[in-house]
């Protein structure tokens, strides 16, 4: 078993396991996921259970459970879900990182950049 996997947006990570969803042998019409969570290593595929009236499991339903399983089986193998609360704030971090970076070269370079125009100005 893989112990690295990939970080993935939970709607890539959605239209991949919709894909397989679509190619498998035992693919049934109406069958896809809509949602997908992330407990501990492994993926939690979520969508129409196929229930009766009663709520109770219809022959659809154990496809779809089985359909679930598979996907969780072969997808957390490979990736896990991406913080995106978590990848925003740092992006927002680095954007004002290197913001102020910028700002310190340009605050640092403008009085050479000044003397320079004045050394010029006096020629």
């Known amino acids: 078993m893989q112990t690295e996997t990939l ?3 939970c709607k890539q990570l959605q239209e991949k396991a919709n ?3 679509r ?3 035992d693919f049934i019409q109406g069958i896809y996921t809509d949602d997908i969570e992330q407990k501990g290593k492994v993926l939690v595929f979520k969508g ?3 229930l009766n009236s009663d709520s109770l499991p219809t ?3 154990t496809a779809v459970f089985n359909m679930f399983k598979h996907l969780a ?3 957390s193998e490979k990736y896990h879900l991406a913080d995106e609360k978590f990848d925003q704030v740092i992006s927002n971090r680095l954007f004002i990182i290197v913001r102020v970076i910028r ?3 340009t605050a640092t370079l403008l009085p050479f950049i000044v003397l320079y125009q004045i050394d010029i100005d006096r020629l």
Do not use: A, C, N
């Open 23 to 25: 190619k498998h042998d």
């Open 59 to 61: 022959v659809k339903s």
């Open 73 to 75: 089986h072969i997808l």
């Open 7 to 9: 970080s993935i947006k």
């Open 48 to 50: 129409e259970y196929f």
């Open 103 to 105: 700002e310190i070269q």
């Open 19 to 21: 894909e397989i969803i």
